[in-house]
Structure formats: structure tokens, C-alpha cells
């Protein structure tokens, strides 16, 4: 189970955390990120990082946004800083499992909504 927390309405500029917390298959976990999705558009990878400990951002979120983890507490953080209102979406956590034969099972959160007002 993935639960997201820190979403809100924040103003063009604000900065918020989002925070993802795993539990039930955590010795499983490969890899865990980001993706968010705008009202009407396709869901786009934020940040991502992978089973080898490389990070991923989106172009979007390059320079902005950061991606941390803590193992200890099986949680993800995403720091948005610099918002506007074209991030506007709802944020979804996600967690791979480490990968098998048949592939890879993906888990999702619940999704966080963040508002940016101009």
C-alpha cells in the first residue's frame, strides 16, 4: 500500500513536499517515483528512482522538483519548489517491485492533488 500526503492550493512560485510512505510489500521494492496527471492529459513521469539508485526527472521537473528516499522509513519525498500553474494535476506515487520473469508489478497511491494559482 502507497499513502501520498502534502498536496494543496499553493501560489504561483510556492513551494510544497509531497510525501509517499510504502508498507506491506516494502522487502519487495525495486524502484518508487512520480508520475502526475492534469485534468484531460496523459500521465507524465515526474521523478523517478530506480532499482540501481539512479534518478529520473521529467524535462518539466528538472531544476525544480527533487527526489529523495528514506529506507529506513520506507518513504518517498518530492520537493516542488518554483510552482505554476502547469503543475497544476494530481500527483501519484508509485513502487516497482523487483522485476521477475513475468515482469514488473507496479503498485499506485491514491494520487495528491496539487493546485498552483496564478
Known amino acids: 500500500q502507497l499513502v501520498e500526503s502534502g498536496g494543496g492550493l499553493v501560489q504561483t512560485g510556492g513551494s510544497l513536499r509531497l510525501s509517499c510512505v510504502a508498507s506491506g510489500m516494502t522487502s519487495s521494492i525495486y524502484g518508487m517515483g512520480w508520475f502526475r496527471q492534469a485534468p484531460g492529459k496523459q500521465r507524465d513521469m515526474v521523478a523517478r528512482?530506480?532499482?540501481?539508485?539512479?534518478?529520473r526527472y521529467g524535462e518539466f521537473a528538472q531544476g525544480r522538483f527533487t527526489i529523495s528516499e528514506d529506507n529506513s522509513k520506507n518513504s518517498l519525498a518530492l520537493q516542488l519548489n518554483n510552482l505554476n500553474p502547469e503543475d497544476t494535476a494530481v500527483y501519484y506515487c508509485?513502487?516497482?517491485?523487483?522485476?521477475?520473469?513475468?515482469?514488473?508489478?507496479?503498485?499506485w497511491g491514491q494520487g495528491t492533488q496539487v493546485t498552483v494559482s496564478s
Open positions: 508509485f513502487a516497482d517491485e523487483i522485476p521477475t520473469m513475468q515482469g514488473v508489478t507496479r503498485h
Open positions: 528512482i530506480t532499482g540501481e539508485g539512479h534518478i
